[in-house]
Nanobody, 123 residues
Framework: QVQLVESGGGLVQAGDSLRLSCAAS????????MGWFRQAPGSEREFVSAITWSGGITRYADSMKDRVTISRDNAKNTVYLQINSLKPEDTAVYYC????????????????WGQGTQVTVSS
């Protein structure tokens, strides 16, 4: 099993930046890729970004690639998501997830999920 714990969410104003963290523990060797997703009320969970533990290869959703940066610290088993120029439409619960595959976008490719962290952006 892989345990994932997100942190760093909160209430921010439009235009602010935020850095989310995801700490992985347990059998982290089961995961090759770490992904970030978000889910707004009444919407499906959508892919934001992903990174491989080995090599740090990244993938971004087209809709957010200009404002987000994903990174990882292998020594700390932690993945980060930096979001800049936040907009009210970024309000969502942000989840990190672990996948044995290489940079998938599909939620069903990620067997392990964190509990999520709420990001609320006020206008």
């Amino acid at each position: 099993q892989v345990q994932l714990v997100e942190s760093g969410g909160g209430l921010v104003q439009a235009g602010d930046s935020l850095r989310l963290s995801c700490a992985a523990s347990g059998r982290t060797s089961l995961g090759y890729t770490m992904g970030w997703f978000r889910q707004a009320p009444g919407s499906e969970r959508e892919f934001v970004s992903a990174i491989t533990w080995s090599g740090g290869i990244t993938r971004y959703a087209d809709s957010m690639k200009d404002r987000v940066t994903i990174s990882r610290d292998n020594a700390k088993n932690t993945v980060y998501l930096q979001i800049n120029s936040l907009k009210p439409e970024d309000t969502a619960v942000y989840y990190c997830a672990s996948s044995p595959r290489i940079l998938p976008r599909e939620t069903n490719a990620y067997p392990y999920w964190g509990q999520g962290t709420q990001v609320t952006v006020s206008s």
